[in-house]
């Protein structure tokens, strides 16, 4: 860990560049993570069962669900890490790295328990009925109790980010992305596992993730404080005043998810077999706006610690252009692949349609998602975690459902995603006007709203 004096590399330098460097190197980690989850999607498809893809698109939804507790965790740590860093603070961050992640821990093991104790409900609530239902819950029986690994791997990720260690921190799920990649034929095909192979993989995969992302924090960056109750207690609340609303929100999007898949199911196993083609396509197209959330928050972080609300301002405009450019160059390929793409998956009738409506119009509109992920990173990382966790649930609620339901009864299948993506439009714009009021009154006491460079002096708050 940074010790008190050392530099805090956000502070200086083109910030469209840390903006760039670090959304490319996250994403290529969540990539690592997300394509695997494709490539499964395409050794299911391969079996030639429409009910396995099927409950891989159902088993998604809650596993999307238990992953949000980590990412908000994680965004909680890393903030805090963040701020203490940009003020000079490199013994407070270790102590708030090491209380976040026990804490972390701690909490989201007893939250994935919980889910793995309701699964069979919860799986029935999406809409999954017979064999898939029972498939479904199959693979989350397996996978489930590993998700405490995974939330490890995510915090201690997080810290490495809060660093700009974005290398190694990307280097832990490409190495988990690696170890899936490599263990799904063999599973899957070579020992005829089928469905029990791929989650069998992604259990060992959240274990390579987990012990890559701890290991460079012990080597490089002073490791973590001996853990105190006190210490832990003492650091609860500021943890949570971060995470919790971090958390809310990123259940908000699993939620709208569930509520999409059970719209779709109305219309099929080939149209949920579709979503699920899509919903595992969209985060590895898109991987590097779903990063600029963890990317931009150090960098928003360590000059809103540092009192730079003239940097911070800049970052989240540098954030909006680049996620503008990464749409647009993303969106033309997915269109110039869409008949390919359906090819992979043997894609026919409505599961054809909805992989090629994705990969044409719905695309663009992606962009208002990375609005709503920068400012995000600006509420999270400026006092004000509620507003994205109201942002979030009014876009995955009142943005989606009557959207969802109204396209859905004129268009059907194809009108549910197009009610999805109605939803974002709306809500982003709402984000982009409520991050610009953070950023020019923030919540922080060491982060004025002023124009120009403040000394580097004080504690994290």
């Known amino acids: 860990m940074a010790q008190a004096g050392s530099p805090a590399r956000f502070l200086e330098g083109n910030l469209f560049r840390h903006v760039s460097v670090m959304s490319l190197t996250t994403s290529v980690g969540l990539m690592a993570v997300f394509?695997?989850?494709?490539?499964?999607?395409?050794?299911?498809?391969?079996?030639?069962?429409?009910?396995?893809?099927?409950?891989?698109?159902?088993?998604?939804?809650?596993?999307?669900?238990?992953?949000?507790?980590?990412?908000?965790?994680?965004?909680?740590?890393?903030?805090?890490?963040?701020?203490?860093?940009?003020?000079?603070?490199?013994?407070?961050a270790r102590t708030r790295a090491t209380n976040g992640l026990i804490l972390g821990t701690g909490f989201g093991a007893v939250f994935a328990a919980a889910v793995w104790l309701m699964l069979s409900p919860l799986v029935t609530l999406l809409g999954a009925t017979g064999e898939t239902h029972d498939l479904?819950?199959?693979?989350?029986?397996?996978?489930?109790?590993?998700?405490?690994?995974?939330?490890?791997?995510?915090?201690?990720?997080?810290?490495?980010?809060?660093?700009?260690?974005?290398?190694?921190?990307?280097?832990?799920?490409?190495?988990?992305?690696?170890?899936n990649a490599v263990l799904d034929p063999i599973l899957i095909f070579g020992f005829g596992l089928e469905l029990t192979g791929a989650a069998l993989a992604s259990v060992v995969s959240r274990m390579v993730i987990c012990g890559a992302a701890l290991w460079p924090i012990l080597r490089h960056h002073g490791g973590f404080d001996s853990p105190s109750a006190p210490s832990v207690m003492a650091d609860l609340r500021p943890v949570f005043g971060i995470?919790?609303?971090?958390?809310?929100?990123?259940?908000?999007?699993?939620?709208?998810?569930?509520?999409?898949?059970?719209?779709?199911?109305?219309?099929?196993?080939?149209?949920?077999?579709?979503?699920?083609?899509?919903?595992?396509?969209?985060?590895?197209?898109?991987?590097?706006?779903?990063?600029?959330?963890?990317?931009?928050?150090?960098?928003?972080?360590?000059?809103?610690?540092?009192?730079?609300?003239?940097r911070v301002r800049r970052a989240f405009g540098d954030g909006l252009i680049f996620t503008g450019i990464v749409t647009l160059v993303v969106s033309?390929?997915?269109?110039?692949?869409?008949?390919?793409?359906?090819?992979?998956?043997?894609?026919?009738?409505?599961?054809?349609?909805?992989?090629?409506?994705?990969?044409?119009?719905?695309?663009?509109?992606?962009?208002?998602?990375?609005?709503?992920?920068?400012?995000?990173?600006?509420?999270?990382?400026?006092?004000?975690?509620?507003?994205?966790?109201?942002?979030?649930?009014?876009?995955?609620?009142v943005g989606t459902i009557p959207f969802v339901m109204g396209f859905g009864m004129i268009w059907g299948a194809p009108g549910v995603m197009v009610g999805q993506a109605v939803g974002g439009v709306i809500f982003g714009g709402l984000a982009w006007g409520l991050a610009l009021r953070v950023i020019a009154r923030p919540a922080l006491k060491n982060a004025p709203a002023v124009h120009g460079p403040a000394p580097l002096h004080g504690a994290a708050p």
């Open 332 to 397: 033309a390929i997915l269109f110039a692949l869409r008949g390919p793409i359906a090819g992979l998956f043997q894609a026919t009738d409505v599961t054809r349609e909805l992989i090629f409506l994705f990969c044409g119009p719905l695309s663009l509109l992606f962009f208002f998602n990375g609005v709503i992920f920068v400012s995000n990173a600006a509420c999270n990382n400026l006092g004000r975690p509620f507003l994205s966790t109201l942002v979030n649930w009014g876009r995955h609620t």
């Open 35 to 92: 394509a695997v989850d494709f490539i499964n999607m395409i050794f299911i498809a391969m079996l030639g069962r429409a009910e396995l893809a099927a409950a891989i698109g159902y088993a998604g939804a809650i596993l999307f669900f238990t992953t949000s507790f980590g990412i908000g965790m994680g965004i909680g740590v890393g903030a805090l890490t963040a701020r203490a860093l940009g003020a000079r603070d490199g013994a407070g």
């Open 136 to 179: 479904a819950v199959h693979y989350l029986q397996i996978v489930t109790p590993s998700q405490p690994l995974l939330m490890v791997g995510m915090i201690g990720s997080a810290i490495l980010r809060s660093h700009g260690d974005a290398r190694r921190a990307m280097m832990a799920t490409v190495l988990g992305g690696l170890a």
């Open 243 to 310: 995470a919790l609303p971090a958390i809310l929100t990123q259940v908000a999007a699993p939620v709208g998810m569930a509520f999409v898949t059970r719209a779709m199911a109305g219309f099929g196993e080939a149209a949920v077999a579709g979503m699920a083609v899509t919903g595992r396509l969209t985060p590895v197209a898109f991987g590097v706006i779903f990063a600029l959330s963890g990317a931009v928050g150090p960098i928003i972080g360590q000059n809103a610690g540092a009192g730079r609300m003239d």
